[in-house]
């Protein structure tokens, strides 16, 4: 049986545990913190890179989106980055086929998509996802206002099968500069690895 807490308690000890984090980033020494923003920069300009350049070798209509997945889910860890990238084929796909299926039944409207953000981050959070919410409506964006040529749902396809590369690409980027970070982590202080 699981034990019900207050909303108000939830969100106390959440905002706590960010508090603590965040301090301890500002802890962090001056070059530290230089090294990390070296460290994520060049990994998100390898996952964005690695995105943009499969997405125009596999000719996907706009290769940049998966660019932008690649930055967007690239997080310090390799799991955050698996966590964000997971919540973000989520909401793409829920953004995806609400508007889809918003735009059948209800035409082209601002209304129509005004309706659509809502109930795509609603849902989010009725499945206990609500992390994808702001995903699924940033999909929901971009299928319903961008301007395309063809039908919604094979934009919505294309942006979503672009999102996935973007992704790809991330989980790959990350996965290797994680293995590197804990082989340089796990050397003995002032052991060389090459032989004498």
Known sequence: ?????PIRESARQLSHGQQQLVQIYRRMPW?????KGVSM????????????????L??????FWA??????????????????????????????????????????SYLCYAGTMVLVIMLCWCFNI????????????IVMLVPHEGPFWTVALTR??????????????TGVAQWLEQRWLE?????????P
């Open 41 to 56: 920069g060049l990994q998100a300009l390898a996952g964005a890179s690695m995105g943009y350049g499969l997405g125009l």
């Open 67 to 108: 660019a932008l997945t690649a930055i967007s889910v690239t997080q310090q860890t390799y799991l955050d980055t698996r966590n964000s990238s997971r919540d973000q084929v989520i909401g793409a796909a829920i953004g995806a086929a609400v508007a889809i299926g918003a735009t059948y039944l209800l035409g082209d």
């Open 31 to 35: 070059g530290h913190r230089l090294l």
């Open 187 to 195: 050397r003995e202080p002032g052991t060389h690895d090459d032989p």
């Open 130 to 141: 609500g992390n994808a919410g702001k995903l699924s409506a940033t999909t929901a964006t």
């Open 160 to 173: 979503l099968g672009e999102v996935t590369l973007g992704i790809a690409c991330a989980l790959v980027v």
């Open 58 to 63: 596999l000719h996907t209509q706009q290769a």
């Open 1 to 5: 049986m699981s034990e019900s807490r």
